[in-house]
């Protein structure tokens, strides 16, 4: 099993959102990312990383230099858990 801190580029907030993913296989980084994009229509960029090296990044930060590292992610200020959206059910 492999953990995974996924970071949310959403509009709805200032600060991006994190989340922790647990996955089985590490070929389904990318297809998660993509999944979590989907989701919602405010969510704009996803960045995921594990032991604080980011992997991938999709959408607005698909571009490696946006952020390296989570601790340059944590370093934009506080992050917030988003509440499900019942537009986006």
Known sequence: MFNYDVVI???????????????????????????VLAESTHHRGVEVFQFGARIIGVGSVAHPRRMKTLLDAANLGPLVRSEADPKNA
Do not use: L
Request: proline share 4%; hydrophobic share 40%; glycine share 0%.
């Open 9 to 35: 580029h959403d509009t709805r907030y200032s600060a991006p959102v994190a989340r922790q993913v647990v996955m089985t296989e590490d070929e389904t980084v990318e297809i998660i990312a993509m999944r």
